[in-house]
């Protein structure tokens, strides 16, 4: 599929067919993908469990189910759990910048060395920032980066996606993680039992109120010409609506299928 394609295509899906399984491949993928992502200093904060709900013992399965995430989580078949591995900074201590330094990727064009990660970057910048109340934030947005990727690797396999945020500590007891590692949130994969549209894209803010050229306050001109490109493109789909008899119709039938109460 077409990047802006696959873009336009993700939307949270949380009707899966829950009795058919994912392709171990296509799981594998969407960490590769993930893995592949940018990061800052090249740590890879990024940790995940892959679980498969039938590998689960029946109470873990229910320990797992939030208010906001209880029905998708039980049909989804696949569950890949992310973390944030603190420690991770403090455990390569730089290595991974010496190794962008010999690749080439940071040069001594703009003043990379060994010496200026061992003298400078890792003890005055990256060691302190460890010890900052905002490292988890920072560190957190380069999971969200690795995650959005294996969304992405998902839907482009031809799988139904959606991210669901459960009860960290239950994460950390079922899945026997190290403290260090902060739970995030969790991707639910199966195969799409709605259709793979979802009744259209989801509601957003509009673009002007988002986006900013030169300070805040100047939204960002939004061209209706390129809007139209990324319609032929895919990317930009059409909308969902609200109360579509078209969405409420397949709702009710999904709940019929599945003896849901409506
Ligand atoms: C970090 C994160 C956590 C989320 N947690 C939940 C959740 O617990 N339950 C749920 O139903 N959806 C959850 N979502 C999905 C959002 O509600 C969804 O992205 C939003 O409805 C927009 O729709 P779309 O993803 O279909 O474009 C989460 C999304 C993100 C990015």
């Not at 067919?17 to 993928?29: G, T, Y």
């Not at 900013?212 to 319609?231: A, H, I, M, S, T």
């Not at 969405?247 to 299928?257: C, Q, S, V």
């Amino acid at each position: 599929m077409e990047f802006k394609e696959v873009v336009g295509r993700r939307r949270s899906i949380r009707f899966f067919e829950p009795d058919r399984p994912v392709e171990r491949e296509k799981i594998q993928k969407m960490l590769e993908a993930a893995r592949l992502q940018s990061c800052a200093v090249n740590a890879q904060w990024a940790r995940a469990v892959v679980s498969f709900r039938d590998d689960l013992k029946p109470d873990q399965l229910k320990r797992l189910l939030t208010p906001v995430a209880a029905l998708n989580v039980e049909m989804a078949p696949v569950h890949i759990h992310w973390f944030n591995d603190l420690s991770i900074v403090n455990k390569i201590q730089g290595s991974r910048l010496r190794e962008l330094v010999d690749v080439g990727a940071l040069a001594p064009t703009h003043g990379w060395s060994h010496k200026f990660v061992d003298e400078f970057v890792y003890p005055q910048i990256l060691k302190p920032m460890t010890e900052g109340p905002a490292y988890p934030v920072y560190s957190t947005f380069d999971v969200g980066m690795a995650v959005a990727n294996a969304l992405l690797a998902g839907v482009d396999e031809g799988l139904a996606v959606c991210m669901v945020t459960l009860n960290g500590e239950v994460l950390k007891e079922v899945f026997k993680t190290p403290a260090e590692w902060i739970p995030m949130p969790t991707i639910l994969v199966g195969y799409p039992a709605e259709n793979w549209d979802g009744g259209g894209q989801r509601p957003r803010p509009p673009f002007e109120e988002l986006y900013f050229e030169g300070e805040y306050g100047k939204p960002f001109p939004r061209d209706p010409k390129v809007v139209e490109q990324l319609k032929a493109a895919k990317m930009i789909q059409e909308p969902a609506r609200p109360h579509s008899p078209e969405r409420i119709a397949e709702i009710k039938r999904l709940a019929d299928k599945y003896g849901l109460p409506m």
